[in-house]
């Protein structure tokens, strides 16, 4: 499975940025895919993710002001980020348990900062 990670970049406290996550494989045949970040000493947290087709799961940091979505015919699933803080900073990270094996994209650098 290729997961490719795409959106992030610079922008400033209280700013959006979406990223996507765009897999190699059917998502719906995933079983769970979604986010995770970290940032420099630190171990890599989840954000958010699906545990099911439909159902999701969230950081408690980040519940009311980040969404993650899918795009079943693009294979692509979505992390809208609003209200982001300095604290959001970190290399996000596209993740997907497929066949009993864990995979992750690229990392995609998100900077929030004035």
């Known amino acids: 499975v290729q997961l490719q990670a795409s959106g992030g970049g610079l922008v400033q406290p209280g700013g959006s940025l979406r990223l996507s996550c765009a897999a190699s494989v059917n998502i719906f045949s995933i079983n769970t895919v979604g986010w995770y970040r970290q940032t420099p000493g630190k171990q890599r947290e989840l954000v958010a993710h699906?545990?099911?087709?439909?159902?999701?799961n969230y950081a408690d940091s980040v519940k009311g002001r980040f969404t993650i979505s899918r795009n079943n015919a693009k294979n692509t699933v979505y992390l809208q980020m609003n209200s982001l803080k300095s604290e959001d900073t970190a290399v996000y990270y596209c993740n997907a348990d497929y066949m009993g094996t864990t995979y992750w994209g690229q990392g995609t650098q998100v900077t929030v900062s004035s």
């Open positions: 699906f545990t099911t087709a439909y159902s999701t």
